[in-house]
Structures are given as structure tokens and as C-alpha cells.
Nanobody, 114 residues
Framework: QVQLVESGGGLVQPGGSLRLACAASGFTFSSYAMSWYRQVSGKVREFVARITASRGSTNYADSVKGRFTISRDNAKNTVYLQMNSLKPEDTAVYYC???????WGQGTQVTVSS
């Protein structure tokens, strides 16, 4: 059974940093690209970042480019999202996503506020 468990969210001030983690299981983690999405209540999930399975190539939404970094540790079946220079508009529930299956975990709340 596929599981995606996000963690690392919290309340931070504008300009602060957080590192999110997603622990994956139930599929061959190293064979699949992984992505981060975020969702504000009442809106659809928004793409944030993606990392490929084999070479670690990355793609980012324009809104986070230069501030966020996605990475993965295949030995730990974990994908990370380092978030720096956080802005209030980054406030959302953050989810990781695998192309292996159409499945969403619980997500982790990120709130950026003074």
C-alpha cells in the first residue's frame, strides 16, 4: 500500500525557512519522479517542485524559483523541500506526489505570518 507522510511544517515569520520531508513507501521510490504541491483552502493544488528519478534534475514553479530547493534521498525513500525566504503567500498545506499512483497523503501545514 502506498504511503506518503509529509512532515516539517509550522509557523514561521516572513523571511524564515523550513525544511519539509516526505517519507514514501509502498512503491519503488527510486524509480519515480517526486513532486511537491501546495493547496490553499478553496483552491486546487498548485505545483511547486519536481525532481526526476534517475539524475535528480529539478523543475520549479516560477513563484518559488530561487527560494525553494527539492532534493531526494533514495536510500531513505524520502523527498525534501527546503524553503527559504518564505513569504505570506507561501502559506498552504504542502503535499508530496509520486507518479507511481494517484494518491495524496495528509499534507503538512506551512503558515508564514508575522
Amino acid at each position: 500500500q502506498v504511503q506518503l507522510v509529509e512532515s516539517g511544517g509550522g509557523l514561521v515569520q516572513p523571511g524564515g525557512s523550513l525544511r519539509l520531508a516526505c517519507a514514501a513507501s509502498g512503491f519503488t521510490f527510486s524509480s519515480y519522479a517526486m513532486s511537491w504541491y501546495r493547496q490553499v483552502s478553496g483552491k486546487v493544488r498548485e505545483f511547486v517542485a519536481r525532481i526526476t528519478a534517475s539524475r535528480g534534475s529539478t523543475n520549479y514553479a516560477d513563484s518559488v524559483k530561487g527560494r525553494f530547493t527539492i532534493s531526494r534521498d533514495n536510500a531513505k525513500n524520502t523527498v525534501y523541500l527546503q524553503m527559504n525566504s518564505l513569504k505570506p503567500e507561501d502559506t498552504a498545506v504542502y503535499y508530496c506526489k509520486t507518479t507511481a499512483v494517484d494518491y495524496w497523503g495528509q499534507g503538512t501545514q506551512v503558515t508564514v505570518s508575522s
